[in-house]
């Protein structure tokens, strides 16, 4: 005896064929677009799509739910996706309360740092370099006896200013608490004066006398950059080896980098990966001085809230000169290196590029929808490279050559 409910099982993919599409509901989700557009799949075929103003995958699980219950009681699915398009959320999540001077104004309960962390994320996804401004007022209970203090400078880190409510009975250190954002944290212990330096600073959206003295120094730093041939860039060194045209997806929780994305995103410039020689990724780190430049070509929110990032290799460069900022974030003058010519795969390493035809679809997101160029022996080379199970040091020199004969040719015994 008993009573059983259908079960229909729904997950989100990356891209179609990818890790989640075997069950019964899937969705994919646009590049770029935060999780807000996105096509739904029943049984791997498309049945609708869904352009609607929530962020972030948890909403995008939601609307599966919705569409699939729907249809068990007779709603076709692209009529539920249109409905879907026509809601607005819920108060006070991520809720629009107005544009003005194109300041568009959200507000959200997210009531604890991971809450703060993930709201961030999923904004910042959406408007890219775009500017913005948290508001925070501690209203929970946890909040107000300062049980995530330590979580809120991270929390805060996507925002490019932060205004946090300071009253005289708040009873922790808040100061203390951010002060790790440094000059992006404002103050304020009462709301009145909190609105007061909100209104004193000229909104991102409003021209302002001192705009164009902002883009003169921002052109001004980007010439900076190249100085005689060489180019000043921010290095992440990783104990990953990354090739031309190669992908590299990445999470990002520490605050320098999470500043390093944000600049990046606005002036849209490349980053430097680096092989680490010695040291840790989160330490300091002793590189090889040969690295790649990271574009960033995709944004995402994690199921943790923190930002993912979907980039890929370009130029190889190397190192003239390091530094480092007071937070931490390495830098280094650069000499970009010469593109390796593109020579055709010999007959004898032929069996080579057959094997990334074959090798590189079963290996997951990040090599679905791969534009493959197996006629080419560098672009055969430093896929190998990738792949393959060889020490770190060994993918280093396969970066490091310049012939792409001879890298298949010190690859081909070990495929």
């Not at 900076?224 to 999470?251: C, H, K, W, Y």
């Not at 849209?268 to 020689?277: D, E, K, N, S």
């Not at 690295?291 to 290799?313: E, N, P, R, Y």
């Not at 530094?323 to 280094?332: C, E, K």
Request: with cysteine; aromatic share 6%; glycine share 8%.
């Amino acid at each position: 005896m008993g009573c059983w409910s259908p079960r229909e099982s729904f997950a989100v993919v990356k891209a179609a064929g990818g890790a989640g599409a075997d069950a019964e509901w899937s969705a994919v989700i646009a590049p770029g677009s935060a999780a807000s557009r996105f096509a739904v799949l029943c049984r791997g075929t498309t049945v609708a799509e869904v352009n609607w103003p929530l962020l972030g995958e948890h909403n995008v699980m939601n609307a599966l739910a919705a569409i699939a219950a729907a249809r068990h009681v007779g709603v076709p699915p692209e009529r539920a996706a249109r409905a879907l398009g026509e809601f607005r959320g819920v108060k006070r999540r991520m809720e629009i309360r107005g544009v003005v001077d194109g300041v568009t104004v959200y507000d959200d309960f997210a009531h604890h740092p991971t809450a703060i962390a993930t709201t961030l994320s999923g904004l910042r996804a959406r408007v890219g370099g775009a500017r913005i401004v948290a508001v925070l007022e501690a209203r929970s209970n946890t909040m107000k006896l300062g049980v995530h203090r330590e979580q809120m400078a991270p929390a805060l880190a996507l925002a490019d200013r932060a205004w946090l409510l300071n009253p005289p009975d708040i009873g922790w250190d808040l100061p203390s608490a951010v002060a790790a954002l440094g000059a992006r944290a404002s103050l304020a212990a009462s709301v009145d004066e909190l609105v007061k330096g909100l209104a004193e600073r000229q909104p991102p959206g409003r021209s302002h006398p001192g705009d164009e003295q902002r883009r003169l120094r921002r052109a001004a730093r980007q010439a900076a950059r190249r100085v005689a041939g060489a180019e000043v860039i921010a290095l992440f060194p990783l104990n990953i080896v990354l090739f031309p045209d190669g992908p590299l997806p990445l999470r990002i929780f520490e605050t320098r980098y999470v500043d390093m994305v944000r600049r990046c995103m606005r002036e849209a410039q490349a980053f430097g990966v680096v092989l680490i020689r010695e040291g840790s990724e989160v330490g300091p780190a002793e590189t090889f001085d040969v690295g790649t430049l990271a574009k960033i070509v995709d944004f995402h929110q994690l199921s943790d809230g923190l930002l993912g990032l979907s980039c890929v290799g370009q130029q190889r460069f190397r190192i003239r000169s390091r530094g480092r900022q007071p937070d931490g974030l390495n830098l280094a003058e650069v000499d970009g290196l010469t593109p390796e010519p593109t020579v055709a795969v010999p007959a004898r390493h032929t069996r080579l590029a057959e094997l990334l035809k074959s090798v590189l679809p079963q290996l997951g997101e990040v090599y679905e929808g791969f534009d493959m160029r197996l006629d080419d022996a560098a672009w055969v080379g430093h896929r190998l490279a990738e792949i393959l199970p060889i020490p770190l040091p060994d993918k280093q020199m396969c970066l490091e050559l310049d012939d792409p004969i001879r890298r298949l040719d010190f690859l081909g015994p070990l495929a």
